[in-house]
C-alpha cells in the first residue's frame, strides 16, 4: 500500500506560482510512474503532468510551457511548480501512482494509488 499526500495549495494571483508536492509512504515509489491530475468543481477529472521512473516527464498541451513536475526519489516526493497561473488552473489537484514506471501518460486506470488533493484557487 502507498499513501499519498498532497500539500502546497492556496489562493494566489493569477500570474502567480505555486509548488505543490506529493508525499509517498508505505513504500519507495521511485521505479513508478507519478502523475498529477486536477479536477475544477463541476467538470471531469483531468491529466495534468506525469514523470516516469527515468525522469521523463509529459505535460497536457494546457500547462506545457508553464507547469514542471519532478521528483526527488531520496525524498520519495513529486513536485508540480506551477508558474504563470490562470484562473482556469483553479481546481483540487491529485497526484497518483501509476502500476508501471515507464508511462508518462495513462488514463486514469493505469494509477493505482491516489491522494486526497490539494486546492488551488487561482484569482482574476
Known amino acids: 500500500q502507498v499513501q499519498l499526500v498532497e500539500s502546497g495549495g492556496g489562493l494566489v494571483q493569477a500570474g502567480g506560482s505555486l509548488r505543490l508536492s506529493c508525499v509517498a509512504s508505505?513504500?519507495?515509489?521511485?521505479?513508478?510512474?507519478i502523475g498529477w491530475y486536477r479536477q475544477a468543481s463541476g467538470k471531469q477529472r483531468e491529466w495534468v503532468a506525469a514523470?516516469?521512473?527515468?525522469?521523463?516527464?509529459n505535460y497536457a498541451d494546457s500547462v506545457q510551457g508553464r507547469f514542471t513536475i519532478s521528483r526527488d526519489n531520496a525524498k520519495n516526493t513529486v513536485y508540480l511548480q506551477m508558474t504563470s497561473l490562470k484562473p482556469e488552473d483553479t481546481a483540487v489537484y491529485y497526484c497518483?501512482?501509476?502500476?508501471?514506471?515507464?508511462?508518462?501518460?495513462?488514463?486514469?486506470?493505469?494509477?493505482?494509488?491516489w491522494g486526497q488533493g490539494t486546492q488551488v484557487t487561482v484569482s482574476s
Open positions: 508505505g513504500r519507495t515509489v521511485s521505479a513508478s510512474t
Open positions: 497518483a501512482v501509476d502500476r508501471v514506471g515507464w508511462r508518462t501518460s495513462g488514463a486514469e486506470t493505469a494509477y493505482e494509488y
Open positions: 514523470i516516469n521512473s527515468a525522469g521523463s516527464a
